[in-house]
């Protein structure tokens, strides 16, 4: 998917048939136990540690965390994972941060140093977007489909 099909405010998915939330301070710690306990609940889940998805999940968890942490920080506030599995097989990630700012494309900044982070969840993720959540803050969401793109090791 390019940038250019982001898709913005989309409508609530689907439900997911098994779900998992938790909270965690917008520090870099914070950020990297994010993705440390999305490998431990999709493994419990069944999902091969060393797995093209679970690596997929693993990166695209670390980049949103990541962005959630240093991006969509405010004082006093933490950011809340969630990962849910839809019955067809896609794993839904969404990380929501207390800011309203939203997201700007590392497409749109090639020239700028980083900017990497949305560019990788972009191309491991079926879909991704970034949706309202009340009453203030944003959740940003992304999508990891049953077939897999390669993660390169
Ligand atoms: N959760 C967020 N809240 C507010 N702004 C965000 C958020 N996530 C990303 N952004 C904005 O989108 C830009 C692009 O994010 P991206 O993750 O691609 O790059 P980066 O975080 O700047 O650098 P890198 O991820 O390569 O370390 C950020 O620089 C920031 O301005
Ligand atoms: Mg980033």
Redesign the pocket.
């Known amino acids: 998917m390019t940038s250019e099909s982001v898709q913005i405010d989309a409508p609530q998915p689907a439900v997911p048939a098994q779900q998992f939330t938790q909270l965690f301070s917008a520090t870099r710690r914070g950020a990297r136990l994010a993705r440390l306990l999305a490998v431990e609940q999709l493994a419990a889940w069944g999902w091969p540690r060393d797995g093209e998805r679970t690596d997929a999940a693993a990166l695209v968890v670390a980049?949103?965390a990541?962005?959630?942490a240093?991006?969509?920080r405010l004082e006093g506030r933490g950011f809340r994972l969630g990962l849910g599995l839809l019955p067809d097989g896609r794993l839904r990630i969404e990380?929501t941060?207390p800011?309203g700012?939203?997201?700007?494309?590392?497409a749109c900044?090639e020239a700028e140093e980083?900017?990497?982070?949305?560019?990788i969840v972009d191309a491991l993720a079926a879909n991704w977007g970034v949706r309202p959540h009340r009453p203030s803050g944003?959740t940003?969401w992304a999508e990891i489909s049953p077939a897999c793109p390669r993660v390169r090791r």
């Open positions: 980049e949103l990541a962005n959630a240093v991006h969509g990380v941060d800011r700012e939203r997201p700007v494309s590392g900044r980083g900017g990497r982070g949305l560019v944003k940003v």
